[in-house]
């Protein structure tokens, strides 16, 4: 059965600050996904990723095949980026039930 | 359409009473997913339908939720004799294949008192 784990669960940081969220999963892997989801509003597919890096703006995502690890990194954070941010991960293999979802970080930028 | 759309986006309904709610999938999109927020909680997968398959109906709860996808395009989830404990925010997403880029819908939010 395929795990998904985020750290941390919630964190508050100052406007500026440069941010890294987790993610770890259990079994191997076709795609990863990055979401953001902010309060009362929908979810917003940020980032998808198979290997390597990527960058938009002053998001960048990295995962490692080896490790089954994935980042999300926010640069410059700013209060705008405050939201939940939820991995998912759709893995090599599986059967038909499509993502499984880590439980999100709740992040708050403060001014 | 321009992305998947939801209907209705708020339904609030008495215990007991059945409920439908719509997804519209982005054109083209052969995978659709339904899943469920609880307040606070993460997100519960709850069916997928991908292209004309027999769908993967693993998550639902229970008997009393079902979901349909005609002509491989809009999906109805119904919850019949709705419980308290079914209030949630029903998401539906779509991709045009497993493996890419997601989107989802703004949701249903869904009280019953």
């Known amino acids: 059965k395929n795990e998904v784990e985020q750290s941390p669960q919630n964190l508050t940081a100052q406007e500026g600050e440069f941010i890294t969220i987790n993610c770890s999963y259990s079994v191997g892997i076709s795609a990863l996904h990055w979401l953001q989801q902010h309060p009362g509003g929908g979810i917003v597919s940020l980032f998808m990723l198979s290997s390597g890096k990527k960058k938009h703006g002053r998001l960048i995502a990295t995962i490692n095949i080896q490790e089954k690890h994935s980042s999300l990194h926010i640069t410059a954070s700013h209060p705008r980026d405050s939201a939940v941010y939820i991995c998912a991960h759709m893995y090599s293999g599986g059967g038909a039930d499509g993502l499984t979802f880590g439980k999100g970080t709740h992040l708050i930028i403060q001014p | 359409g321009a992305g998947v759309s939801q209907s209705p986006s708020n339904k609030v309904t008495e215990k007991g009473k059945d409920v439908e709610l719509r997804c519209d999938p982005i054109s083209g999109h052969t995978a659709l997913y339904w899943y469920r927020q609880s307040l606070g909680q993460g997100l519960e997968f709850l069916i997928y339908?991908?292209?004309?398959?027999?769908?993967?109906k693993s998550g639902l709860p229970s008997d009393r939720f079902s979901a349909e996808r005609t002509g491989g395009s809009v999906s109805t989830l119904t919850i019949q004799r709705t419980q308290q404990e079914d209030s949630a925010v029903y998401l539906c997403?779509?991709?045009?294949?497993?493996?890419?880029?997601?989107?989802f819908g703004q949701g249903t939010r869904l009280t019953v008192v």
């Open positions: 339908f991908q292209g004309n398959s027999a769908p993967d």
């Open positions: 997403a779509s991709t045009r294949d497993r493996g890419l880029s997601i989107f």
